[in-house]
């Protein structure tokens, strides 16, 4: 079995300790040995292994996506993202998810597909090796009602192909769209439980009933799968709560009893705000007609306000949060994401040490693997990164592709690190030249 070791390295395992001087030994698909060393010096065997020597770069795991559209085509609006046909949008799903994995991003957790089975294709041809990209959790379209968020149907055209989301009526319809999407093979169920202010329903509304919740997570349930919701509202992440949603999307609008339950059930719920979606509508959007005028009077600089404090409530509750910004449309383009660890740091308060955790370990349980992940530890997915630079100091770098100088998963190079050869090359300057392999 092919072994591959990471030598001379400055180990971030992940554990919440600082990096360490050290080598990995990759065999397979694992890690098979992390040893602590001094710099330049070998501690492993190196009979018939690949040797990397990373010149004192910082070696850490993969990081997760917590909230992926692949299917958002960096348009606008909802309506541009599915009027794209379907033989041009499962190309362009496949050009994003190599993007991703050349940013770092090893697993992804889909959030919701444009079309009903895109995103089950999508995950089929990763796993098979048709395409290239990251471990990948496929969901459903976005389960609506009508009127609500994703239903983009017009008067004279309701037919539901002409609809963003799957829009249902009443606890038959929930069941029957849920019992769908899982014959479809999807892995999560997405329910809109709240609105959205650029729709022309505010976010802190709240569109399903109690009973068609109830039936979605219960038929989710008998099929195995999880169930994730978009849910702005302070009554919505309540309704996650009581009802077991696995997955809560923004919790913008969080008042003391809904801080309380999200604590209390803590181990129950992942919570990723995508925040860099209200930061950018507050103030990357002009172009697009959503101007700061029009953009507070839909209530966005009120939401990020409230987003902020309640993530920062969270965080000093030790509320574990993941990255994962709703990116995908115009103004929060594909291969921006590591912007979200920066917002962490900048508006909720976290270290790098923990934006680096909530992009790695904490995340890592959403992938549902039954092998472990997450973490440069012996036995786990050898899903590894080779930087150019400390995010630990700088935690920016890992917006640069640049300085992502190497992208394992499971144990294979999806980019490998350059090799002497390479960086001796005359005018060559799209790499960094500090190491040879």
Request: overall charge negative; aromatic content about 8%.
């Amino acid at each position: 079995m092919k072994q591959v070791l990471f030598t001379n390295v400055n180990v971030f395992d992940a554990s919440g300790d600082l990096p360490f001087a050290g080598e990995v030994l990759v065999e397979g698909q694992k890690i098979v040995r992390v040893s602590r060393a001094t710099q330049g010096m070998r501690n492993m065997p190196m009979s018939g292994q690949t040797i990397i020597d990373g010149a004192g770069c910082f070696l850490m795991p993969g990081m997760v996506e917590a909230h992926t559209h692949f299917s958002w085509n960096d348009q606008p609006s909802l309506d541009a993202i599915q009027r794209m046909p379907p033989e041009e949008h499962i190309l362009w799903c496949a050009q994003v998810a190599r993007l991703y994995l050349d940013m770092g991003w090893t697993s992804c957790v889909g959030a919701a597909a444009a079309k009903p089975r895109l995103d089950v294709v999508v995950r089929n041809a990763i796993n098979d090796g048709t395409i290239i990209g990251p471990r990948y959790t496929a969901p459903s379209q976005e389960i609506t009602v009508p009127g609500g968020l994703g239903d983009t149907t017009q008067p004279h055209l309701p037919q539901p192909e002409f609809a963003f989301g799957a829009v249902v009526s009443g606890a038959d319809e929930m069941r029957r769209c849920v019992r769908m999407f899982c014959k479809y093979g999807v892995d999560t169920l997405k329910i809109n439980l709240s609105g959205e202010s650029i729709t022309g329903m505010s976010s802190e509304q709240s569109q399903f009933t109690e009973d068609e919740i109830t039936t979605c997570v219960q038929e989710a349930k008998v099929w195995g799968k999880w169930v994730a919701a978009h849910a702005r509202s302070t009554w919505s992440v309540k309704q996650c709560v009581k009802q077991g949603i696995n997955v809560i999307y923004h919790a913008s609008f969080l008042d003391s009893e809904a801080l309380d339950l999200l604590d209390q059930h803590r181990h129950a719920h992942h919570i990723a705000p995508g925040l860099a979606w209200l930061i950018n509508t507050c103030h990357n959007a002009s172009e697009y007609g959503l101007t700061k005028d029009v953009v507070h009077k839909m209530g966005y600089f009120k939401e990020l306000d409230a987003a902020i404090e309640s993530m920062r409530a969270l965080h000093k509750r030790g509320v574990h949060i993941m990255p994962g910004g709703d990116y995908g449309f115009a103004w929060t383009p594909h291969g921006t994401n590591a912007k979200d660890l920066e917002y962490f740091v900048k508006h909720i308060g976290m270290s790098n040490m923990e934006a680096l955790l909530s992009a790695t370990v904490w995340g890592a349980p959403m992938m549902r693997s039954t092998e472990p992940l997450g973490q440069i530890k012996e036995g786990y997915l050898a899903d590894l990164l080779l930087i150019d630079g400390d995010p630990l100091m700088d935690i920016t770098v890992l917006q640069d592709r640049k300085r992502i100088l190497a992208v394992m998963k499971d144990g294979v190079f999806h980019r490998e690190p350059p090799t002497l050869q390479q960086r001796n090359q005359p005018g060559r300057t799209t790499m960094p030249t500090r190491w040879a392999a």
